[in-house]
């Protein structure tokens, strides 16, 4: 298993799954042997640490290329001496010259189905989608399979990558424990503020969720701060102070840990996700799981993810994302519902059944790749 993004500090979120589950192997062994593969010497195991997990070290080179001759030479070499039935990488590279079966994780194709306003640095130009896009369907055929996050994100591996839809195995990402205990003890709890979760790429509508609290009933908005756990630069807090979009906004960029992002969820009165398109949406699962209320858009992960749990709005329509801002906020009858049914949605998000998923999606590859 690739683990440099898994064990550095703070882990990658496209790791999470892959912690998750072996959180679940520290607690209930799982049927087969992990070995870790990283080249930072300062990675330990800690809590994912267990009798069948070791960690081993690959050297290489720091050059513009790292990643890529990591993967496909140093890698590639390490497992030629001492090879393993599977090696399964948290991104869609992994080691495709060596012997050994590879499984390898997508987890959403936005930049291919979005228009390019949405888009963000390189994926903005015409050719570099083009490159990534050859990259992607390489790595992915010559795996043995693909993991990804949802069955919208597997159609779009089958549609626009042409893959077949038996090479792609649907695995959700895990909650952590955590966030179930907090929603066990969250009744008592004053909610505070509105809480948005993710990065400032342009897919997140980050300014629409500025501009639809901007317009929420001044009361709500004297009550109610927005917080925004993301990284702004000083550049687009200049460009939303120009449009009055930052009053009684919070900006928290700096690292927040695993137990302060539990109690920030915890706390919300609501979490906001108005992205075009996700892969997942993991913010609005950890929320589900802590009993806080989740406002989505239409996007085709958000729905499948959230079900009838959360409200949605149309986001072309501004009004109508305040309509449903203000009623989530004020309606305690509405409230009430998307609670109790979060909460029960959230259980298919649990570490302990995602294992089981993980653990039987391995063990079909890896059967796969020993009759192939």
Not at 156 to 179: A, G, I, M, Q, T
Not at 274 to 294: H, I, K, R
Request: charged share 20%; with cysteine.
């Amino acid at each position: 298993m690739d683990a440099r993004f898994l064990l550095s500090r703070p882990a990658s979120p496209h790791a999470e799954m892959f912690r998750q589950v072996l959180l679940d192997n520290a607690r209930v062994r799982h049927p087969f042997r992990y070995r870790l593969f990283t080249w930072n010497r300062d990675h330990e195991l800690g809590d994912l640490g267990a009798p069948n997990v070791t960690l081993n070290y690959v050297a290489t080179p720091r050059t513009p290329l790292q990643d890529f001759i990591w993967v496909h030479v140093f890698l590639t070499h390490q497992l030629r001496r001492d090879p393993v039935d599977l090696f399964v990488s948290c991104y869609y590279k992994a080691p495709v010259l060596s012997a050994v079966p590879c499984v390898n994780m997508v987890h959403d194709l936005s930049f291919f189905r979005l228009p390019a306003e949405y888009l963000g640095g390189r994926h903005r130009t015409a050719w570099y989608r083009w490159l990534i896009r050859r990259l992607i369907r390489f790595h992915c055929l010559r795996a043995r399979g693909t993991i990804t996050v949802s069955q919208y994100s597997r159609r779009c591996l089958v549609e626009l990558l042409n893959l077949s839809p038996s090479r792609v195995k649907v695995v959700y990402n895990p909650v952590d424990s955590d966030f179930y205990c907090a929603a066990a003890g969250a009744a008592g709890f004053p909610r505070k503020y509105f809480l948005f979760v993710g990065s400032d790429i342009p897919k997140k509508r980050l300014q629409l969720t500025l501009q639809a609290y901007a317009q929420l009933p001044r009361q709500l908005r004297q009550d109610y701060s927005l917080v925004l756990r993301t990284s702004l630069g000083a550049t687009r807090i200049q460009e939303f102070n120009r449009l009055g979009l930052l009053d009684n906004v919070k900006i928290i960029s700096a690292p927040v840990s695993h137990q302060g992002m539990v109690r920030l969820i915890q706390h919300a009165c609501c979490v906001i996700l108005l992205s075009a398109d996700e892969g997942f949406g993991l913010p609005v699962a950890q929320a589900m799981a802590a009993g806080t209320p989740v406002l989505i858009s239409a996007a085709d992960a958000l729905r499948e993810i959230v079900g009838e749990a959360g409200a949605q709005a149309a986001c072309e329509n501004l009004d109508n994302v305040v309509r449903e801002w203000t009623r989530v906020a004020l309606d305690a009858g509405f409230r009430a519902r998307l609670v109790r049914e979060a909460t029960a949605r959230a259980e298919a998000f649990r570490r302990e059944r995602i294992a089981h998923q993980f653990v039987s999606a391995m063990n079909d590859l890896a059967l796969r790749a020993a009759v192939s």
